[in-house]
Each structure stands twice: as C-alpha cells, then as structure tokens.
C-alpha cells in the first residue's frame, strides 16, 4: 500500500493565493466545487480543503499529517502542532495580515484601557480575551459571524478585525486603536506526524520547494555579455553583481555573465549595465529559489 501525507490547505479567502504558491513548487492542485477533495498530480499526497480556522484543530487531533494556516488560528486555537515553516504569501501584499482593535472615528475610545465595560465583536474571541486580560481590562467580547465592520457604528463599541493594507477599515470610516498581533501563513505538522520518518522527509521536501517558490517571487535573473577588458570595472560598480557566474563566450575576450537580484532593483540596474558596456541584457523570472 502506498503511502500517503494527508494535507490540509485553507478554503476561502487564502485558497487562491495558496494553489498558485504550491503550482510553483511543483504540485498541480485542481479543486472541483463539488469536493472539497482537490486532485493533485503527486500520488503520495490527499489535499484536504478546509478552512483556515479549523486546520490546526485537525492536525493537532491527527486527521491532518500537516496543513498550511495562519499563526492567529493556531492560537486562537491553543493548538499544540509543530511550526515547520513561515510563508509570506497573503491575499493582498507579502506582509503580514494584522489583527487590530478598531472604533469609529469619531469615537471616545482611544486605548484599549478605555474598552473597561464596553463591548467588542469579533471573529477572534480568544485571543481577544487574552489581549484584554494582558492589559487588566474587562469588556465583553462577542463573537461576530461576518459584517464586522459595520457593526462597529450601531451594534458594538469596537471590533478586532483582520487587515493587511488597513484600505477596508478607513473606508468603512473605521480607526485603528492598536494591534493585537501580526499574521502569517505557517506549515504545521501533527507531532505524530513528525515523528514518523517518511512523513517528516515529506513534510520537509513541500517546506524546501514552497520556500523555493516564494524566493523566486522577488527575484529575476539577468544575463549579459561584456568585454574581458570591462568586466572589472562592472563588478566593481555593481555590488549586487559581486558573485555573478562568468563563463567564457565563442569571441575571444568576451564573457557571459549571469546573476540573480531583487526584482525592484532591476529598473534601475539595467541601464547601469548598458552604460558599464554590458550587451544582450535579458531579464528572465524564476520558479524556484533554494539556498
């Protein structure tokens, strides 16, 4: 019989996000709306769809072997899992999602030791009691099924709320009080789990390729030619091209040379290159990224 790794991704606002990632580590995920058992072409992996909020639950218990999930849920959750890997791949940006408290702008309350009586809603109801009994404050906290931020202005006196930009809190006329914790997508393992060799060797080789994938995110490779007689004077100017791989070409006293920087340095990089003597300069992406 062969064997198999049970892995849970999130469904929903993070499903898309995380299908992509996996694609560029090596693993083609197909989801049907009508199972929430995704096909993927890698014979000793079961994709579980399940929501973010519950992954940790279910691989701490052991129907999951690992899964990918947010820090907030494991603890919200109080889960005892081993933490495998951080990845930075959120809906919007590649930072961290943050949990805030938040109240209308034109409210009185301006910390959380004004929240003393007051009632709070939100979907994150544990770490929300944890954060007010750090600050010696009781206030009543309820959970919030959805529409949170309109219930800040007629229903509750302030909400702890998720935001990567912040856009959707200033639009609903919302301010920000203070931040409860940052986020980020976590591979976690069922200790049981870890344990086992062939799981673990598993579990490892989609943290290194996932880790790969999202390197090569930020980054792009740039070949060029340059003249022997320059290539000093190119190196010396560009530190970013220090540890560049130069091999010789076809013509005599010219070499290629190839190397790989962060992306958003390349506008300005590239015409360096040109004015240093550089020639066929190609800009190409990249899957993966190891170290």
């Given at each position: 019989?062969?064997k198999?790794?049970?892995?849970?991704?999130?469904?929903?606002?993070?499903?898309?996000a995380?299908?992509?990632?996996?694609?560029?580590a090596?693993?083609?995920i197909?989801?049907?709306?009508?199972?929430?058992?995704?096909?993927?072409d890698?014979?000793?992996?079961?994709?579980?769809?399940?929501?973010?909020?519950e992954?940790?639950?279910?691989?701490?218990?052991?129907?999951?072997?690992?899964?990918?999930?947010?820090?907030?849920?494991i603890?919200?959750?109080?889960?005892?899992?081993?933490?495998?890997?951080?990845?930075?791949?959120?809906?919007?940006?590649?930072?961290?999602?943050?949990?805030?408290l938040?109240?209308?702008?034109?409210?009185r309350?301006?910390?959380v030791?004004?929240l003393?009586?007051?009632?709070?809603?939100?979907?994150?109801?544990?770490?929300t009691?944890?954060?007010?009994?750090?600050?010696?404050?009781?206030a009543e906290?309820?959970?919030?099924?959805?529409?949170t931020?309109?219930?800040a202005?007629?229903l509750?006196?302030?909400?702890?709320e998720?935001?990567?930009?912040?856009?959707s809190?200033r639009?609903n006329?919302l301010?920000?009080?203070?931040t409860?914790?940052?986020s980020?997508p976590?591979?976690?393992?069922?200790h049981?789990?870890?344990?086992?060799k062939?799981?673990?060797?598993?579990?490892?080789?989609?943290?290194?390729?996932?880790?790969?994938?999202?390197?090569?995110e930020?980054?792009?490779?740039?070949?060029?030619?340059i003249?022997?007689?320059?290539?000093?004077?190119?190196?010396?100017?560009?530190?970013a091209l220090?540890?560049p791989?130069?091999?010789s070409?076809?013509?005599k006293?010219?070499?290629?040379v190839?190397?790989?920087?962060?992306?958003?340095?390349?506008?300005?990089?590239?015409?360096?290159?040109k004015?240093?003597?550089?020639?066929?300069?190609?800009?190409?992406?990249?899957?993966?990224?190891?170290?």
């Amino acid at each position: 019989m062969k064997k198999k790794l049970r892995f849970g991704l999130p469904k929903g606002s993070l499903q898309e996000a995380t299908i992509e990632k996996m694609a560029k580590a090596g693993f083609n995920i197909q989801v049907s709306s009508r199972s929430y058992i995704p096909y993927v072409d890698d014979e000793e992996l079961e994709i579980r769809l399940i929501r973010a909020q519950e992954i940790s639950r279910y691989v701490e218990h052991g129907y999951l072997d690992c899964g990918i999930t947010g820090r907030d849920w494991i603890q919200e959750n109080d889960s005892d899992v081993h933490e495998v890997g951080e990845f930075l791949f959120s809906k919007a940006t590649r930072q961290p999602a943050r949990w805030v408290l938040a109240v209308p702008e034109n409210s009185r309350i301006k910390s959380v030791k004004d929240l003393k009586g007051k009632r709070i809603a939100t979907e994150v109801v544990n770490l929300t009691r944890k954060y007010l009994r750090k600050h010696g404050v009781k206030a009543e906290v309820e959970f919030s099924w959805g529409a949170t931020e309109f219930k800040a202005h007629e229903l509750v006196d302030a909400i702890v709320e998720l935001t990567e930009t912040g856009s959707s809190l200033r639009a609903n006329k919302l301010r920000i009080v203070d931040t409860l914790m940052s986020s980020t997508p976590r591979l976690i393992a069922n200790h049981t789990a870890w344990k086992d060799k062939w799981k673990r060797q598993k579990v490892e080789t989609l943290a290194l390729l996932l880790k790969g994938a999202l390197e090569a995110e930020a980054k792009v490779g740039l070949k060029m030619n340059i003249s022997e007689a320059k290539l000093a004077k190119l190196l010396k100017s560009l530190p970013a091209l220090r540890n560049p791989t130069i091999s010789s070409l076809s013509q005599k006293g010219w070499v290629a040379v190839e190397t790989i920087i962060d992306e958003h340095v390349v506008r300005e990089i590239i015409p360096r290159l040109k004015a240093a003597g550089a020639e066929g300069i190609i800009e190409y992406p990249l899957n993966k990224v190891v170290y």
